[in-house]
């Protein structure tokens, strides 16, 4: 190569390079002083909506609230979630933090149905819409519920039972502080009442917990009790009693029912480990309650309660669901 073509080689390159350079510096000129102010998507005066479950330590209040989020964003206002992680003084304090915030409404889904009334009250003065999703309130304070038919839900489980066994020494698993789990329970006793060959040897308290329900229901195997079923409030709990099960060599030996028809639960009926698990539709739950909640800031009248149907997997029945998804 000859000397001048070094040198206009040379020259080529050191402008390549300061091209380069100038069109870095145009693009971090562009975006620190011209990059979009992504506050512009959101509405002036964007409401704050809150929102607080008994636990979130259970997918089925996760997919409600996404459901509802998901609503909330897209009228461009903003949510604040809060975990009381079922502790019901912590609930009322989350709820007063957010009353403070300037809330416009609340979802709720109470740790104790009967010790929200003071705060609720507050919500009332301050003019702040409460819609209770999947339990009950028992007083006057709120403008709407809505729930599954926690009552049927615990009849579909029984009436499978009734038509699958021939009898039954039958354990309940339950959460007597919700009103969803002893409308379950109850719908799950009328249906049995009267019929001899089936009868309930124990009542165990697990909070619709698996870490509960697990060890709980170890401890009453370990205690020498005999049964052959059990109906558990939802499917966690259901979980938690496969999870003892298996550690005493009974999984699939004894009848398991829940409710909710999670995941989870389809793969272990699927799998025989459970008999059935009545279905509950929390996309349809969180969508119900996203609507209503507009309907009401944008001053519509809605019913006082919602009541969402159920449904029933089963082993017979479980080919027809997806079993990756919930409802």
């Known amino acids: 190569m000859k000397k001048d073509d070094t040198s206009l080689l040379k020259y080529y390159r050191a402008g390549k390079a300061i091209v380069y350079i100038l069109l870095f510096l145009l693009i971090l000129a562009l975006f620190v002083f011209h990059h979009p102010d992504l506050s512009l998507e959101q509405k002036e005066n964007s409401r704050r909506i809150g929102a607080s479950y008994m636990t979130m330590n259970n997918e089925f209040f996760k997919i409600i609230n996404e459901q509802i989020r998901d609503r909330v964003e897209a009228e461009g206002d903003m949510m604040y979630l809060r975990d009381p992680a079922l502790n019901a003084e912590r609930q009322k304090e989350q709820i007063e933090n957010l009353l403070d915030m300037g809330i416009t409404a609340l979802i709720l889904n109470p740790v104790d ?101 697990l060890p709980e229901m170890r401890k009453y195997i370990e205690e020498g009790n005999e049964f052959d079923t059990v109906f558990c409030l939802n499917d966690p709990a259901a979980e938690g009693v496969v999870a003892a099960l298996q550690e005493k060599g009974l999984a699939g030996k004894v009848n398991v029912y829940g409710v909710d028809a999670s995941p989870d639960a389809k793969a272990l009926i699927n799998a025989g480990q459970m008999k059935a698990s009545a279905v509950q539709f929390p996309t349809k739950l969180g969508e119900t309650a996203a609507d209503v909640l507009y309907r009401m800031i944008d001053g519509e009248e809605v019913d006082e309660t919602i009541i969402v149907p159920v449904d029933i997997v089963t082993q017979d029945n479980i080919w027809k669901y997806d079993n990756e998804r919930w409802q």
Not at 123 to 147: E, H
Not at 170 to 184: C, F, G, L, P, Y
Not at 191 to 213: D, L, P, R, W, Y
């Open 113 to 213: 149905p009967d010790g929200l009334d003071e705060v609720l009250q507050r919500a009332r003065k301050q003019g702040v819409y409460v819609v209770v999703v999947d339990s009950a309130v028992n007083n006057d304070l709120i403008q709407c519920t809505i729930m599954s038919d926690n009552y049927d839900a615990g009849c579909l489980d029984a009436e499978y039972m009734l038509k699958t066994q021939r009898s039954g020494e039958i354990v309940v698993m339950t959460h007597e502080r919700t009103d969803s789990a002893k409308q379950r329970v109850r719908g799950f006793l009328d249906t049995i009442s009267g019929n001899s060959a089936f009868t309930v040897k124990g009542m165990v308290e697990c909070e619709g917990q698996f870490e509960i329900a």
